[in-house]
């Protein structure tokens, strides 16, 4: 068979072509935005875990072979330091976020999921280790999708209706998520700055694009920002889409790990963020659930 006649997935190029839905969002807000706290300490791999092996993304390049004290305790550092930092900084604003969580971290940490719900945030599951799905085969899958659930609803008492899976899914993640019925979304798509629905198994299933580029998760790839840079690059993409927003209104993700923007270095830039987002006038910020569930009503999906 020729390259030309090679069989092509059903990837969508097309989206909204250029003529988005108006969603209305609350106040006549430009923006909706999205706070997305990743809580994935402990349920990183760790030789001292008793996995094979170690987690290799985080601040220092070092990747040993053996049981690794010193990883470990930079995962450490965002629940024992920077978890009460966030979420006091997050208090003084008056906001609400996602907080994106893996069932094993929930499980090591279930004072601090609970501690999320007190404030008002929302408790989505994240997965039930900090790991790709892209090698898993459907029963496995099904399986770390329920006990997920399951985890994360033990402790916070409620349900989370939304799902993102570390980087890349498997070919069966998003059928799965709708056959167990509780979801309102996934975030497992970073394709547009705007909310859409999927066929999903013969529903209309909704997504809720995520995004990498307004995200401390920069701070670990060679260190490419610094407290500054990460502010001023999200600031400036808050402000190109409000003035989108004047005809186009739009979503806005930004993705924060406690052990990158908790540090005490880093944290001026979310503070300086919020102060921003929050005085401009122009800014929903609401949990994914809630901008999920606004989504569904003013923009239904078809039949």
């Given at each position: ?189 970073y394709n547009d700055d705007l909310p859409y629905y999927m066929d999903v198994a013969g ?101």
């Amino acid at each position: 068979m020729s390259e030309a006649n090679q069989p092509v997935s059903q990837r969508d190029f097309v989206g909204y072509r250029g003529k988005p839905p108006n969603p209305h969002w609350p106040n006549g807000a430009r923006v909706a935005v999205s706070l997305v706290v990743n809580f994935e300490e402990g349920s990183e791999l760790s030789i001292n875990d008793g996995d094979a092996g170690n987690e290799a993304i985080y601040e220092v390049v070092h990747k040993l072979d053996g049981p690794d004290s010193c990883i470990d305790s930079h995962f450490e550092y965002g629940t024992r330091a920077a978890w009460w930092r966030i979420m006091d900084l997050f208090d003084a604003y008056g906001v609400k976020a996602t907080v994106s969580s893996c069932g094993r971290a929930v499980e090591r940490s279930p004072d601090l999921a609970r501690d999320a719900i007190a404030r008002g945030h929302e408790a989505s599951a994240h997965g039930w280790r900090w790991q790709s799905h892209a090698e898993r085969n459907e029963a496995s899958e099904r399986a770390v999708i329920g006990t997920t659930v399951a985890g994360v609803e033990r402790v916070t008492g409620q349900r989370p209706v939304g799902w993102h899976t570390r980087s890349a899914t498997s070919q069966n993640t998003r059928r799965l998520l709708v056959e167990d019925g509780g979801f309102l979304y996934d975030s497992d798509a970073y394709n547009d700055d705007l909310p859409y629905y999927m066929d999903v198994a013969g529903k209309q299933h909704l997504v809720l694009p995520y995004a990498f580029d307004t995200n401390d998760m920069q701070y670990y790839n060679a260190s490419r920002f610094n407290g500054a840079d990460f502010a001023d690059y999200v600031i400036d993409a808050f402000e190109r889409r409000k003035r989108e927003g004047e005809t186009a209104p739009k979503m806005m993700s930004i993705g924060l790990h406690l052990r990158m923007i908790g540090r005490p270095g880093r944290i001026g830039a979310l503070e300086r963020i919020l102060s921003h987002i929050t005085g401009s006038g122009a800014a929903w910020i609401a949990p994914r659930a809630a901008i999920a569930q606004h989504w569904m009503t003013a923009v239904p999906a078809k039949a």
